[in-house]
């Protein structure tokens, strides 16, 4: 495969490309980021010498910049991890998030349709189903109901990207994935920020009373359940993913005081974020019944690698 990567230098789409580049000889991967505060090159250092990789940096919704990529690449398979990817931020100014969210998803599609590439992944959330008020899991077929800014502009992306295949028979797939951890994450985020605020001697904040719900899916059980659908995955496909692993906020913030050695009175509540939603359910049913998908790394294990990761890098 000649792979474009875009956002490839942010938490999920560096460990993709190494992922990729470690287990397919063969496959090469040009990298697309804009470098926002999100992206960080030392992320791809185990990359930069390999001859089957290249970086750019640039913006997807530059439209001649992506023309010129694709015409000089040839490029057979686009994965779309570009993304504006906080949703505290999205609340403070969506702006951003259309454009590269939406606006950036619809100019690499047109850039796939005019050079005719053959495989469209874009990688969405399972934010985009909303919050989950009963027990009964989302599947591919729920409706969307997207909540914040964030969410509502990564669902109009899988619409948008699925709407391509079926206008332009685009071979297309989407990936709504639940919430990730481990290392390359920056640390506005929830398990990166609980760490270092610990080994920092800082509090370790939670929104609200530390009661929302979240599945963790270790980065790596991800980078995998995205090439699983990138190589047998069918075209117009959507696959949710998850680690059936549901954590409170709280049992999380409990789990880093264990690991860094440090007492639970440094966990403080400040107020909730605003629409905050609180659990998010979903199915994988598909993705493990049709493509023999399912994670890899117990939560035990991925969280301990995650901690000793931002011990040693930040
Ligand atoms: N992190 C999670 O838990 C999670 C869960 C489900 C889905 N996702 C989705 O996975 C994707 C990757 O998430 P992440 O956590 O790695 O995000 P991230 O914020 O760590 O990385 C995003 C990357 O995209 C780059 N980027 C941003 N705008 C760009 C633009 N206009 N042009 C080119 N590059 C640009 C950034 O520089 C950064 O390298 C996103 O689409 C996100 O919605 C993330």
């Keep these: 495969m000649k792979l474009l990567v875009t956002g490839g230098a942010g938490f999920i789409g560096s460990n993709f490309i190494l992922y990729v580049l470690d287990r397919y000889p063969c496959d090469r991967i040009v990298c697309l980021d804009k470098l926002t505060y999100a992206g960080n090159l030392f992320y791809l250092e185990k990359a930069k010498n390999n001859p089957r990789f290249s970086f750019v940096k640039g913006d997807i919704c530059d439209k001649t910049l992506v023309k010129q990529l694709f015409a000089k690449e040839k490029f057979d398979t686009v994965v779309n991890f570009a993304a504006q990817s906080h949703v505290d931020r999205s609340i403070i100014s969506s702006a951003e998030f259309i454009n590269t969210n939406v606006y950036g998803v619809s100019v690499l599609l047109d850039a796939c349709v005019e050079h005719g590439v053959a495989r469209f992944h874009q990688i969405s959330t399972d934010e985009v189903y909303g919050q989950s008020l009963t027990d009964i899991p989302f599947t591919e077929a729920s409706p969307l109901n997207p909540s914040n800014p964030y969410s509502a502009s990564k669902a109009a992306a899988d619409m948008l990207a699925l709407s391509y295949y079926k206008t332009h028979g685009l071979n297309v797939t989407v990936t709504r994935s639940t919430n990730n951890y481990g290392p390359h994450q920056h640390t506005e985020k929830l398990i990166p920020r609980l760490i270092a605020n610990a080994y920092l001697g800082k509090r370790l904040p939670l929104y609200g009373d530390g009661s929302n719900i979240r599945d963790w899916l270790y980065v790596t059980d991800h980078c995998a359940a995205v090439?699983?659908?990138?190589?047998?995955?069918?075209?117009?496909?959507?696959?949710?993913?998850?680690?059936?692993?549901?954590?409170?906020?709280?049992?999380?913030?409990?789990?880093?005081?264990?690991k860094t050695g440090i007492g639970e009175e440094r966990?403080?509540?400040?107020?909730?974020?605003?629409?905050?939603?609180?659990?998010?359910f979903v199915s994988d049913e598909k993705i493990r019944?049709?493509?023999?998908?399912?994670?890899?790394?117990?939560?035990?294990?991925?969280?301990?690698?995650?901690?000793?990761?931002y011990k040693n890098n930040f």
């Design 267 to 280: 966990i403080s509540f400040v107020p909730d974020r605003k629409g905050h939603d609180k659990r998010y």
């Design 289 to 309: 019944s049709e493509l023999g998908w399912q994670p890899q790394t117990d939560f035990e294990t991925g969280f301990s690698i995650t901690v000793d990761w």
């Design 227 to 258: 090439d699983t659908v990138l190589r047998n995955g069918k075209a117009g496909g959507i696959y949710n993913v998850c680690a059936r692993n549901e954590r409170t906020n709280l049992d999380i913030a409990r789990l880093v005081c264990s």
